[in-house]
């Protein structure tokens, strides 16, 4: 299942907590999900990195409902804007890219384990 996040609106006053997003992401997963879906990948629906890890996070973290299945990113933007910055399509930045990517791959792979 690839399903977003529940989030405030991009024009909201008051954006919620990566607390308030793992809560009610969890809640509505749990309210209607089938156990039998295997995993549920998240889409990034115009975060930001740092905004889909603890996001991640949070969901990964919260335990009040019964999680039967996998919770994790169906990896865009969560792994590969700051990549792409680093990169800008020219050789000399390879490396530098590289390093952006596994500092996302590491914090992302955390964030699935709820750490």
Avoid at 43 to 63: F, H, K
Wanted: glycine share 8%.
């Amino acid at each position: 299942l690839k399903p977003n996040m529940v989030t405030s609106g991009a024009k909201a006053q008051v954006q919620a907590s990566p607390d308030q997003v793992g809560r009610l992401t969890m809640m509505a997963l749990a309210r209607h999900v089938p156990v039998a879906v295997p995993g549920i990948f998240f889409l990034s629906g115009g975060l930001s990195e740092s905004q889909s890890t603890d996001y991640l996070r949070a969901v990964n973290q919260y335990d009040d409902y019964p999680r039967p299945w996998q919770t994790s990113f169906c990896f865009g933007r969560a792994l590969q804007d700051s990549c792409r910055s680093a990169w800008l399509g020219k050789e000399e930045n390879t490396s530098a890219a590289q390093e952006a990517f596994m500092e996302r791959v590491k914090a992302n792979g955390e964030a699935a384990l709820g750490k």
